[in-house]
């Protein structure tokens, strides 16, 4: 996370106490919108954290995905019925 922290305070010109607060305030934010299963691995691929997290990460928004559109092409092609 210090890497995030010092890209803000780089970037805004905030001092990098006030970036550490930005980078926590919008953390917390992402964490209570996010389904479950991906803000739960959200820390750990901010701070870098455990090998194969990204993956993870990936493999569940991917599932998100497929279900959220799987539901709306069904949706849109009568739900699959014939």
């Not at 210090?2 to 890209?7: D, G, H, I, S």
């Not at 992402?30 to 739960?40: E, T, Y």
């Not at 993870?56 to 991917?62: S, T």
């Not at 599932?63 to 009568?78: A, D, R, T």
Request: net charge negative.
């Amino acid at each position: 996370m210090n890497e995030l922290v010092a890209q803000v305070s780089q970037r805004s010109g905030l001092s990098l106490e006030d970036s550490q607060k930005a980078v926590e305030a919008v953390l917390e934010v992402l964490k209570s919108r996010l389904p479950a299963p991906m803000a739960s691995h959200l820390q750990s691929f901010i701070d870098g954290g455990m090998q194969g997290e990204m993956s993870a990460l990936g493999g569940e928004a991917a599932e998100l995905l497929k279900g959220k559109l799987g539901g709306m092409l069904g949706g849109l092609l009568g739900g699959g019925k014939p």
